[in-house]
């Protein structure tokens, strides 16, 4: 390495200073997804992270992922934010698998979680971190 040449920065850094909802199309996608469930793990309370997981598992590589990505948003929200989920979930509605996308809408019209059910949420993260009650606790944290 010569003297001048610095390190190549991992391009997921740009999210960091990021407020757009949208992953620039520079960063790989599995990495950026990655890198977003990383901040998730690390502080489950960040709307603006979670909602970028969820808009980003849209891609064609990580539809596997949305209802995971979903669900982790349902579950830090719990019954807050309403309107926060009623949009995510409406934007990804035409990619979520029938099922996922009438658990969701049964979420939002009954105002809690329904019963636990056999559909898969793959890729979410947040039922592995035993959330404490109340939710609330952990939006209080930025």
Same mark, same amino acid.
């Given at each position: 390495? %010569?003297?001048? @040449?610095? =390190?190549? /920065? &991992?391009?997921c850094f ?10 620039? !199309? /520079?960063? +790989?996608?599995? !990495? ?5 469930? &990383?901040?998730?793990v690390?502080? +489950? *309370?960040?709307?603006? &992270?979670h909602?970028?997981? /969820? ?7 990580? %539809?596997q992922?949305? +209802?995971?990505a ?7 929200? &719990? $019954? !807050? *934010?309403?309107?926060?989920r009623?949009?995510?979930?409406r934007?990804?509605? =035409? @990619?979520?698998? $029938? $099922?996922?996308?009438e ?5 939002l019209?009954?105002?809690?979680? +329904? *019963?636990?059910? @056999?559909?898969?949420? %793959? *890729? ?9 009650? =109340?939710?609330?606790?952990i939006?209080?944290? %930025?």
């Open positions: 390495m %010569k003297q001048h @040449d610095f =390190p190549v /920065v &991992n391009a740009m999210l960091e200073s990021r407020s757009s909802l949208h992953v620039p !199309a /520079v960063i +790989p996608t599995y !990495a950026a997804w990655h890198y977003l469930s &990383n901040l998730i690390r502080n +489950p *309370g960040d709307l603006l &992270n909602t970028r997981r /969820v808009l980003h598992c849209r891609q064609p590589a990580l %539809k992922f949305l +209802p995971g979903l669900y982790d948003l349902f579950l830090v929200l &719990n $019954d !807050a *934010g309403f309107a926060l009623t949009r995510v979930f934007s990804v509605l =035409p @990619d979520l698998p $029938d $099922d996922h996308g658990y969701f809408e049964r979420w019209m009954d105002g809690r979680q +329904p *019963g636990v059910e @056999d559909i898969p949420f %793959k *890729g979410s993260l947040l039922p592995a971190l035993e959330l404490s009650e =109340p939710r609330t606790e939006l209080s944290h %930025k």
